[in-house]
């Protein structure tokens, strides 16, 4: 597994970092005691670490049978399994699982199947938690639909929450879809929903840990 940082962190990671150059230097050259410029540098240190890690973009490998497969789109915790009508685009009663993202997992969005493309849709809406049930119908978000190499239907949801603003979504109608690339990007904290037929087999529950691309969440029928 290759780690990177992902392009959509380049440019923030660069700015940031002068940012945080120009204040440290202002503090050393400036300010005394000595202690306080260097509780500047331990503070500055950490924060540029815990942005960095958010950005990290793995490139990962499916290494399992792909057949009707559903895989984690992203790294989180498993926060809700239940029976669901989807009224924007399914029009129908799904079963949906949602993945919380916190700011300390890879924001990196993975297909969850592989298939093709059919519609990308993009919804404004509100800033609330995205650990909220609500967050689903009512915050800003970005809907993809999938269709499954056995002809089902798969909805992927990329979730925006108080702190994250700004979801960024690759996918294109007619394009391949394939659960070792990635779908979009999420920043700084969310949840992504897959609303799935009723039939197909879940194989987590709510609490557990999924990693996006790797752990296999259930099975088409």
């Known amino acids: 597994m290759k780690v990177k940082i992902h392009s959509e962190g380049t440019n923030i990671l660069i700015v940031l970092l002068i940012i945080m150059i120009l204040i440290n230097l202002s503090a050393w050259m400036f300010i005394r005691p000595a202690g306080i410029p260097v509780t500047f540098s331990v503070i500055s240190g950490v924060l540029y670490l815990l942005v960095v890690n958010f950005f990290r973009s793995p490139r990962r490998t499916f290494k399992g049978d792909r057949e009707r497969v559903i895989v984690s789109s992203v790294d989180g915790t498993v926060v809700a399994l239940e029976e669901v009508f989807e009224p924007e685009v399914l ?31 993009h919804h404004r809406g509100r800033y609330l938690s995205a650990y909220l049930p609500k967050a689903s119908i009512e915050n800003e ?29 690759y996918a294109e109608p007619r394009e391949r879809a394939n659960i070792e690339d990635h779908m979009g990007f999420i920043k700084f904290g969310s949840r992504v929903d897959l609303y799935l037929p009723l039939d197909a087999e879940i194989f987590v529950n709510i609490g557990d840990k999924t990693v996006g691309g790797v752990t296999v969440v259930g099975r088409l029928r």
Request: hydrophobic letters at 50%; glycine letters at 4%.
């Open 91 to 121: 029009k129908r009663k799904v079963r949906m699982l949602s993945v919380f993202m916190s700011v300390f997992n890879v924001h990196a969005n993975w297909f969850p199947v592989d298939g093709e493309v059919l519609l990308v849709r």
């Open 141 to 169: 978000r970005s809907t993809v639909l999938i269709r499954a190499e056995n002809g089902q239907e798969i909805l992927m949801r990329q979730i925006a929450g108080a702190v994250a603003r700004r979801i960024v979504t």
